[in-house]
């Protein structure tokens, strides 16, 4: 495995007999500049002064500060030089790397906390905790290790170098979600060395196989590894955060922030649809050839009907959002169900929103096709997968017998990926402490519990009965959230140090809070 050593003054990873050879890659890789990451962050971490660094290449990176602030970037940066694309994940790697970087920080209980048996690409949680008083039950800040791809061919920059530059952090991951660990490793630190501690344990638990659905990660930690929760009563992960507000028409007023909490989410069914024909040579025409199958049983599903349907859930949320919602349309957002009935003009207007339509009905994408290698053979089998997302009570199994149907008896429908929603209260201390931090920040910030269209880990927590909330205090417009899965994914340093001084301002009224209970 890997060990920490001293090689020359420089804290390093040596591999031992036994390092999967994954890791031992890292070793003349990777690893070389997290020996260089940690002689900096170790640094970067405590009251001296850092030198600077330039990972992997020429580009010049800004010098971290005197505290805890000005390493934020730099932490981001390493953390996504370590790919943990997912499949296959790896994601011990930088477990092991970000358990490194604590590990001079006095106060902070750290765990790489191994899930799996995988030697090629091993996996790992890490875990940290600064303990508190005990006067409340523990809050769990949550995020994941792994990736999903980034094809360099439509980046600026290589999706994997961890560049810093025009205050921003660009990488994968940035966003979703090593930006997020960072951001809570830094929130850790901040705690540990105050004089006073918390009045709960605050854990840190950043986890594998997210993207993928959480499988090999956060379920097998709901299910086996509970002790890391620590009988934990709030945890906020992502999910949410902060649109930022803009000038309302009279000069005089300014539209407020809008701070997206969620509280729940829709449901992922994921499907394979494997359609099989006859085979043979292409000249002969290929009408029983298995793609042509494919193809018509793909223009079936797409036109399954999709009836409009407002839950209860995302009824909530509009009509908390009707205070910050256009004049016009306020009172439908009040009455979002009504509205979408009985107002054409309204409804058209609304389901021209992508966004906001995904919340009202469920919808279905296909996400990958596979048939046949070569252009003059008709393969036997062709299949592609569907990427199917439900509202709140939804079922899965009903879902796919409506596309059983639809797409007739000879085309294979298996279900890869499903589960129910969860959903956490809204009238809870949590929340409540983050509405008193958003109503003193300027400008004022509107807190609306919302529902997502996609899912996190945060569903296998609320089904143990935590409280458990999508938010991460970062302030995007929505051109800035179009990186997440895509090119130039990035995030400003500005962000992550707010984002830190937000989550302590929030955790601190939460102690308030608990003192007044």
């Not at 990777?30 to 170790?42: D, E, K, P, Q, R």
Request: glycine share 10%; with cysteine.
């Amino acid at each position: 495995m890997l060990k920490p050593a001293l090689v020359g003054g420089t804290l390093v990873l040596v591999a031992t007999q036994g390092t999967p050879r994954a890791m031992r890659t890292y070793g003349v890789t990777v690893w070389a500049t997290v020996a260089a990451f940690a002689g900096l962050l170790s640094c970067a971490l405590s009251p001296q002064h850092a030198p600077a660094v330039q990972p992997g290449g020429d580009a010049e990176y800004p010098l971290p500060a005197d505290d805890w602030r000005g390493s934020a970037g730099e932490i981001l940066s390493g953390a996504i030089q370590i790919r943990t694309v997912n499949p296959p994940g790896g994601e011990a790697a930088l477990a092991e790397w970000l358990s490194l970087v604590l590990s001079g920080e006095p106060g902070i209980e750290t765990r790489v906390v191994r899930l799996g048996s995988d030697e090629e690409a091993p996996r790992a949680a890490f875990w940290a905790r600064v303990q508190g008083s005990g006067r409340a039950r523990p809050i769990v800040l949550l995020s994941h290790l792994d990736t999903v791809p980034a094809d360099p061919a439509g980046w600026t920059v290589d999706p994997f170098a961890g560049v810093i530059g025009g205050g921003f952090v660009v990488g994968r991951g940035a966003l979703d979600a090593k930006g997020v660990t960072v951001a809570h490793l830094l929130t850790l630190v901040a705690l540990a060395r105050r004089d006073v501690p918390p009045a709960r344990d605050v854990i840190l638990l950043a986890t594998p196989d997210e993207e993928a659905g959480g499988l090999h990660g956060a379920a097998l930690i709901a299910r086996d590894r509970r002790d890391l929760l620590g009988e934990a009563e709030f945890l906020l992960t992502e999910g949410g955060g902060i649109l930022p507000g803009s000038p309302r028409r009279t000069p005089d007023a300014s539209q407020p922030d809008i701070w997206g909490v969620a509280f729940t989410e829709k449901t992922p069914c994921w499907m394979d649809v494997v359609a099989r024909g006859i085979p043979g040579h292409a000249s002969a025409g290929g009408a029983a050839g298995a793609p042509e199958h494919l193809v018509a049983a793909l223009a079936a599903l797409r036109d399954l009907p999709t009836p409009i349907e407002v839950v209860p859930a995302v009824a909530r949320m509009f009509a908390s959002m009707a205070v910050v919602a256009p004049p016009d349309d306020r009172e439908h957002f009040a009455q979002l169900r009504g509205a979408l009935e009985l107002n054409p003009e309204f409804r058209e207007r609304f389901l021209a929103d992508r966004g906001r339509a995904a919340l009202v009905r469920n919808t279905a994408a296909v996400t990958t096709l596979d048939a046949g290698e070569n252009m003059n053979v008709i393969p036997g089998e062709a299949r592609a997968t569907i990427d199917a997302r439900l509202l709140p009570g939804a079922s899965c199994s009903d879902f796919v017998a409506d596309v059983r149907e639809a797409v007739g008896p000879d085309i294979e429908v298996t279900v890869r990926l499903a589960f129910e929603a969860a959903e956490s209260p809204v009238d809870t201390p949590l929340l409540a402490a983050i509405e008193r931090v958003a109503e003193r920040h300027t400008p004022r910030g509107v807190v609306v519990p919302r529902v997502i269209a996609g899912f996190t880990d945060a569903h296998w927590f609320r089904k143990l009965g935590i409280t458990s909330y999508g938010f991460v205090p970062r302030r995007l417009r929505p051109i800035e959230t179009r990186g997440v899965h895509g090119p130039n994914e990035r995030v400003s340093l500005d962000n992550l140090q707010f984002g830190v001084d937000t989550l302590l301002e929030i955790l601190d009224e939460l102690d308030a809070g608990s003192r007044s209970r």
